[in-house]
T-cell receptor, first 114, second 113 residues
C-alpha cells in the first residue's frame, strides 16, 4: 500500500517570507501523480499544485512551487512571499496511474504571522 | 457551475440512530468519492463511484455504511446504528479523471452523542 508521510504537524512563517512543507511517499510504481491540497479553516479543500511523476520539471503555480525528488520519493511544497490567506492545513496526496482514489498524508498546519 | 454541495453541513445524533448525507457533484463529473476526516488527520478514502457504479469500497467501510449514486448524479451516504466512533467530517468530492483534480464539497460534520 502506498503511504504518504508529512513529518511536520505545524509550521509557522512570517508574512512575505518563504516556507517549505515536507512530504515523502512510499511506492513501487513508476507512473503516479502527486498533489498538494489546501484546506482553510471551515472551508473546502482546494488544489494547490499537481505533479506528474514522469515529468522531471518541478510544477509551479504563481507563489507555489514544488521540489520533486523522484529517487528520494520526496515532494516538498515551497510557498514564497507568504500571505495571511495562506494559513491553512496543507495535505500532500498520491495516486498511481492505475489508481482510483487519492491517498492523503496527515497534513501540516501552516500559521502565517504578520 | 456551483461546485460540489453537501447536505446537511452539520448533524448531531444519538448513538444508534441512522443518518444520511447527500452530495451533489459538479454536473459533468462522472467520478464521485466519499472520504472521512477526523481531527488532526488527512481524509481517508471510503468509497468511489464511476457514474452509478460503486467500484471501490474501503475496508474502513463497515456493514453499517452504505452509499448509492442512482442515475449517476447525486450520491447518498447512510450510516446505520451510529456509534460515537463515527463522529467525523464526511467529505464528498468529484472529478473527471482519477488522476486529475478533485473538487471537494465543504463536508458534512457528524457528531454522535
Amino acid at each position: 500500500a502506498q503511504t504518504v508521510t508529512q513529518s511536520q504537524p505545524e509550521m509557522s512563517v512570517q508574512e512575505a517570507e518563504t516556507v517549505t512543507l515536507s512530504c515523502t511517499y512510499d511506492t513501487s510504481e513508476s507512473d503516479y501523480y502527486l498533489f498538494w491540497y489546501k484546506q482553510p479553516p471551515s472551508r473546502q479543500m482546494i488544489l494547490v499544485i499537481r505533479q506528474e511523476a514522469y515529468k522531471q520539471q518541478n510544477a509551479t503555480e504563481n507563489r507555489f512551487s514544488v521540489n520533486f525528488q523522484k529517487a528520494a520519493k520526496s515532494f516538498s511544497l515551497k510557498i514564497s512571499d507568504s500571505q495571511l490567506g495562506d494559513a491553512a492545513m496543507y495535505f500532500c496526496a498520491y495516486i498511481n496511474d492505475s489508481g482510483y482514489a487519492l491517498n492523503f498524508g496527515k497534513g501540516t498546519s501552516l500559521l502565517v504571522t504578520p | 457551475d456551483t461546485g460540489v454541495s453537501q447536505d446537511p453541513r452539520h448533524k448531531i445524533t444519538k448513538r444508534g440512530q441512522n443518518v444520511t448525507f447527500r452530495c451533489d457533484p459538479i454536473s459533468e463529473h462522472n467520478r464521485l468519492y466519499w472520504y472521512r476526516q477526523t481531527l488532526g488527520q488527512g481524509p481517508e478514502f471510503l468509497t468511489y463511484f464511476q457514474n452509478e457504479a460503486q467500484l471501490e469500497k474501503s475496508r474502513l467501510l463497515s456493514d453499517r455504511f452504505s452509499a448509492e449514486r442512482p442515475k449517476g448524479s447525486f450520491s447518498t451516504l447512510e450510516i446505520q446504528r451510529t456509534e460515537q466512533g463515527d463522529s467525523a467530517m464526511y467529505l464528498c468530492a468529484s472529478s473527471l479523471f482519477s488522476t486529475g483534480e478533485l473538487f471537494f464539497g465543504e463536508g458534512s460534520r457528524l457528531t454522535v452523542l
